[in-house]
């Protein structure tokens, strides 16, 4: 069974920085594809950045500079660096793992930035 818990989120003031972590059971976080997404309210939801397995990284252009997705093997965890937050980064934050032919989800995290 497949699990991935995401932690890190919160209030912080336009400027600030937070680290979302991805913790996952079930599947291995080095041999799949791994991305966050974010679903700000009344929007679907959007790619925010993903990692594939042999390490190439795409990132949406409106957090380019700003955001880093990487990960940790040995604890099996994938982070999301996010530095320079702006108000529109506001949105849950969602992990997601791509584990050939099923696509799971986390529960989200609630990211706000104030302005």
């Known amino acids: 069974q497949v699990q991935l818990v995401e932690s890190g989120g919160g209030l912080v003031q336009a400027g600030g920085s937070l680290r979302l972590s991805c913790s996952a059971s079930?599947?291995?976080?080095?041999?799949?594809?791994m991305g966050w997404y974010r679903q700000a309210p009344g929007k679907v939801r959007e790619l925010v950045a993903r990692?594939?397995?042999?390490?190439?990284?795409n990132y949406a252009d409106s957090v380019k500079g700003r955001f880093t997705i990487s990960r940790d093997n040995a604890k099996n965890t994938v982070y999301l660096q996010m530095n320079s937050l702006k108000p529109e980064d506001t949105a849950v934050y969602y992990c997601?793992?791509?584990?050939?032919?099923?696509?799971?989800w986390g529960q989200g995290t609630q990211v706000t930035v104030s302005s």
């Open positions: 079930g599947v291995i976080v080095s041999t799949n594809l």
């Open positions: 990692l594939d397995s042999s390490g190439p990284t």
């Open positions: 997601y793992a791509y584990n050939y032919p099923r696509h799971y």
